[in-house]
């Protein structure tokens, strides 16, 4: 079905829209970015502690209100699936940040246009 054709002043106020929320769609974006940056970090940080220890040391991983006992190398791979998981979700999320980004660059630049458009009437 067609739509109605929007007034200049409706179209102007949906681009407006658009970029205030596409704006907080990239911010919200960099928050999950950092948080996974921290989550990576601190997983990388913990598995150069748990390299350090000899083989036989006792491990516990938490799993959920009880710690199970695991081998070195089960605790060395978690952790390194876990740097593995957040550095995928990191790199989907700055390919989203950047579409976010150019699409509010386009209403932007529509809605320059759009202004200049009014003022040349």
Not at 41 to 69: C, P, S
Not at 88 to 94: A, F, S, V
Not at 98 to 105: D, P
């Amino acid at each position: 079905p067609l739509t109605p054709a929007l007034s200049p002043g409706q179209a102007f106020t949906e681009l407006q829209a658009k970029v205030m929320d596409t704006q907080q769609k990239v911010k919200l974006a960099d928050l999950q970015i950092e948080q996974l940056t921290k989550t990576k970090k601190h997983a990388h940080l913990t598995d150069t502690e748990v390299m350090m220890l000899v083989d036989e040391t006792r491990m516990y991983e938490g799993v959920g209100r009880m710690f199970i006992l695991q081998p070195k190398g089960v605790i060395h791979n978690q952790l390194l699936e876990k740097q593995r998981i957040a550095e995928e979700k990191i790199k989907e999320l700055e390919q989203k940040k950047s579409y976010l980004e150019r699409s509010v660059k386009e209403a932007e630049d529509n809605i320059r246009e759009m202004l200049m458009a009014r003022r040349a009437q």
